[in-house]
């Protein structure tokens, strides 16, 4: 399961990377950049797992999305503040998105396998 939860974070990963480095080529500030770029990741990933990782049956649940946003948020905080912080410290910025997600991963298969998906 944690594999699958690896395929789908790095498609994620891609998403959010390349949305971010192409707002960046476009003009965009890093820092303004990232967010879109990370709540397309999420949307991605949410559905991705669902289906693929944690292989969810039941119908979709105002509950289900109220834990998920709420899982995704804390994720995207970390993820975000270890961004910023990658980048004070002059880290290129794609390679600050690749390092912050990797940071986070770990908790987030337990956080969304135990608080989202669990049966």
């Not at 990377?17 to 991605?44: E, Q």
Request: net charge positive.
């Amino acid at each position: 399961m944690f594999l699958k939860f690896l395929v789908v974070g790095g498609a994620g990963f891609l998403i959010d990377a390349l949305i971010t480095y192409g707002l960046i080529h476009a003009g965009v500030d890093g820092k303004i950049a990232r967010l879109p770029a990370i709540a397309s990741a999420m949307l991605f990933t949410w559905l991705a797992n669902r289906q693929f990782t944690y292989a969810t049956r039941e119908q979709r649940s105002l509950n289900e999305a109220l834990r998920y946003m709420a899982v995704a948020a804390v994720m995207a905080v970390l993820n975000y503040a270890i961004y910023l912080v990658l980048l004070k410290f002059g880290v290129w910025s794609v390679a600050a998105v690749a390092i912050a997600t990797l940071c986070q991963a770990v908790v987030s298969f337990h956080a969304y396998r135990r608080i989202v998906f669990s049966r």
